[in-house]
């Protein structure tokens, strides 16, 4: 489904990422680890549009995507969840994940769709609370649930588990476990491969700029 094809990038004559290759079949989660600082970030940046690689090509379902714009590369089903949330402050749980159905729904709509992934997830006591107001692992969740909602082709999970307690690292794992059994595609990167042990079915290792599989 996703093919990152010979994908190299630097900044300021520094490599960060060195003739990347791998591929991602619907409905699997792939795992990429390594040290900070290895291009983790960089690479799903790449594939997301919000960095352009120096080469190398990135193809959705056979449409090449390099050269696609931020807004575009999200249509086209790719999605990025950011380590570090970003969510709108003032409004609720409920409300941010309802802002990305408002592109393609009315507001009450929009409202009765995200109230629905809330239930879910089992996460109906969070809706009114604002965002303001949410511990690190329910900013973490809201992150992650507002990609969701857009039912994108694939998930790009920036070290979503950085930072995180044991409680809430495990009660982030059980939500994206049942993204994982509806068949959500999802590249994960984290700096601790155990963490994702029983969430990814394939891992790659990204170190010195290269890639490589590790089963």
């Known amino acids: 489904m996703l093919r990152v094809k010979n994908l190299s990038k630097s900044f ?5 990422l060195k003739n990347i290759n791998f591929e991602v079949e619907r409905g699997e989660v792939i795992g990429i680890f390594g040290p900070n600082g ?3 970030s960089t690479l799903l940046k790449c594939i997301a ?3 352009k690689p120096d080469c190398g090509k990135i193809i959705l379902m056979d449409r090449n995507i390099t050269d696609l714009k931020p807004w575009e590369v999200v249509d086209a089903g790719v999605v990025y969840a950011f380590q570090i949330p970003r969510p709108f402050k ?5 409300e941010n994940v309802a802002t990305p159905l408002m592109r393609f729904h009315d507001r009450d709509k929009a409202l009765k769709l995200a109230w629905d992934i ?5 996460l109906e ?26 039912n994108p082709n694939i998930m790009l999970l920036d070290e979503p588990f950085a930072s995180l307690d044991m409680e809430n ?23 601790r491969r155990k963490i994702i042990s029983d969430l990814a079915v394939r891992f790659y290792k990204l170190e010195g700029g290269s890639i490589h599989a590790e089963g």
């Open 49 to 51: 549009g919000l960095e």
């Open 12 to 16: 300021n004559g520094f490599v960060i």
């Open 118 to 122: 809330l239930s879910k997830f089992e």
């Open 125 to 150: 006591d969070l809706a009114n609370r604002k965002a303001e107001k949410l511990s690190q692992g329910e900013t973490k969740l809201l992150e992650i649930l507002r990609a969701y909602a857009t």
């Open 90 to 94: 003032s409004m609720s749980f409920l």
């Open 169 to 191: 690292a495990l009660r982030l794992k059980s939500k994206l476990k049942i993204m994982k059994e509806e068949g959500q595609s999802m590249i994960i990167t984290t700096h």
């Open 38 to 40: 290895s291009g983790k």
